[in-house]
């Protein structure tokens, strides 16, 4: 299983990102597909995570301001960042199954 992470970059409080996770070896549709985050100086956090039902869940520090979702044609899942904060600043991680983890994108939220 391969994961394409993208979409990172510099933006301004209140502004919005998508990130983009393009998996190869694996069908989005058929697996846990999840966005981690890791700060500096701290661990790897749960985002979001986008179950085989297209069930979701999102964590309670990011509710109301950032979705997951999936292409099943494109194969590919998405995290749609709103509103964000400075201590939204992270590099951002695709994973797949719990297992299998993207290079990671760098999100940095400042003005």
């Known amino acids: 299983v391969q994961l394409q992470a993208s979409g990172g970059g510099l933006v301004q409080p209140g502004g919005s990102l998508r990130l983009s996770c393009a998996a190869s070896g694996s069908r989005v549709s058929d697996d846990f597909m999840g966005w981690y985050r890791q700060a500096p100086g701290k661990q790897r956090e749960l985002v979001a995570s986008?179950?085989?039902?297209?069930?979701?869940y999102v964590a309670d520090s990011v509710k109301g301001r950032f979705t997951i979702s999936r292409d099943n044609a494109k194969n590919t899942v998405y995290l749609e960042m709103n509103s964000l904060k400075p201590e939204d600043t992270a590099v951002y991680y695709c994973?797949?199954?719990?297992?299998?983890w993207g290079q990671g994108t760098l999100v940095t939220v400042s003005s």
């Open positions: 994973n797949c199954r719990g297992a299998f």
């Open positions: 986008i179950f085989v039902g297209g069930e979701t």
